[in-house]
């Protein structure tokens, strides 16, 4: 690798970029819970998105959690969805609940 002198002030600049990136992938790997506005940023999406997302593909206790008032998006399996792997396991967490709804109804 061939440096020129000339280029020799950007190494600052540089070092702290790195830096900065280096801090932003330690706190986004450690962390598997995020908010709305953490799942927004981390999928390039917009909040309003993230909620029609949430309504329409995600499954409460498995993509997403609801206490207190307060959603958190569970890491592991929004990066699962988004590649498509657990869509086996959605069309099984949904089938159990209508096996559950349509047991229920049967003891009724």
Do not use: C
Request: charged content about 35%; hydrophobic content about 35%.
């Amino acid at each position: 690798m061939e440096l020129s002198l000339e280029h020799l002030e950007l190494i600052p600049v540089l070092l702290k970029k790195i830096d900065a990136l280096s801090k932003r992938l330690e706190s986004s790997s450690e962390k598997r819970w995020m908010s709305v506005a953490e799942t927004a940023d981390y999928l390039s999406y917009s909040r309003d998105r993230i909620y029609k997302i949430k309504d329409e593909h995600f499954i409460e206790g498995v993509h997403f959690h609801n206490r207190t008032g307060k959603i958190l998006f569970d890491r592991v399996a929004i990066d699962s969805w988004v590649v498509g792997k657990d869509d086996r396991e959605t069309d099984y967490t949904q089938r159990q609940v209508v096996d559950n709804v349509l047991s229920s109804i049967k003891e009724i």
